[in-house]
T-cell receptor, first 112, second 113 residues
Framework: SQTIHQWPATLVQPVGSPLSLECTVE??????LYWYRQAAGRGLQLLFY??????ISSEVPQNLSASRPQDRQFILSSKKLLLSDSGFYLC???????????FGPGTRLLVL | GQQLNQSPQSMFIQEGEDVSMNCTSS?????WLWYKQDPGEGPVLLIA?????ELTSNGRLTAQFGITRKDSFLNISASIPSDVGIYFC?????????????FGGGTRLMVKP
């Protein structure tokens, strides 16, 4: 069976510090991968998606970036965090050409 | 861009009552999905619908893919306290590079024991 992991679960960072969130998927190969952000009590905003190693598409201009160094690894980064980067970050995977996406447990980020 | 209108935004019901929520769109979708999110956790897929008119059940949950392909509803029968959470609909357009989803704004369900 497939599982998706996110690390860390919770993070508190000062404004201006760098960020690296990791997402890994097990039990499948060549998945589509996605990064979402969710503000408190709000819906899901797609940030990035990837259909293969090294292939990143950005949906929202921002100071965040994503990378996919391995088939089942997706990383969300920032060089300098802003207060507005606080939120709940969700990674998801999907089988190529199928509709359903499966979400990880999320990382709660608080920028102070 | 495409939008999904999900209603109601919130519901406060008595345990044992049935619940109904729906999503509508101005665009035609080829897939409808329903997720539930508990506080502090990632959304969990409840039901996936792939054909117009399809009616699918998962325990006390029933969802339908509207015949026009522009709407979907989710029903929960005989609600229990653990049904509390936020329910999201999501749709996928045809010929969508990356199989991206469009999400509704969510329905927050509260159940009074």
């Amino acid at each position: 069976s497939q599982t998706i992991h996110q690390w860390p679960a919770t993070l508190v960072q000062p404004v201006g510090s760098p960020l690296s969130l990791e997402c890994t998927v097990e039990g499948t190969s060549n998945p589509n991968l996605y990064w979402y952000r969710q503000a408190a009590g709000r819906g899901l905003q797609l940030l990035f998606y990837s259909v293969g190693i090294g292939q990143i598409s950005s949906e929202v201009p921002q100071n965040l970036s994503a990378s996919r160094p391995q088939d089942r690894q997706f990383i969300l980064s920032s060089k300098k965090l802003l207060l507005s980067d606080s939120g709940f970050y969700l990674c998801a995977w999907a089988r190529t050409l199928e509709g359903a996406q499966y979400f990880g447990p999320g990382t709660r980020l608080l920028v102070l | 861009g495409q939008q999904l209108n999900q209603s109601p935004q919130s519901m406060f019901i008595q345990e044992g009552e049935d619940v109904s929520m729906n999503c509508t769109s101005s665009s035609i979708f080829n897939t409808w999905l329903w997720y539930k999110q508990d506080p502090g956790e990632g959304p969990v897929l409840l039901i996936a619908l792939y054909k117009a008119g399809e009616l699918t059940s998962n325990g006390r949950l029933t969802a339908q893919f509207g015949i026009t392909r522009k709407d979907s509803f989710l029903n929960i029968s005989a609600s229990i306290p653990s049904d509390v959470g936020i329910y999201f609909c999501a749709g996928q357009l045809s010929n969508n590079a990356g199989n991206m989803l469009t999400f509704g704004g969510g329905t927050r369900l509260m159940v009074k024991p």
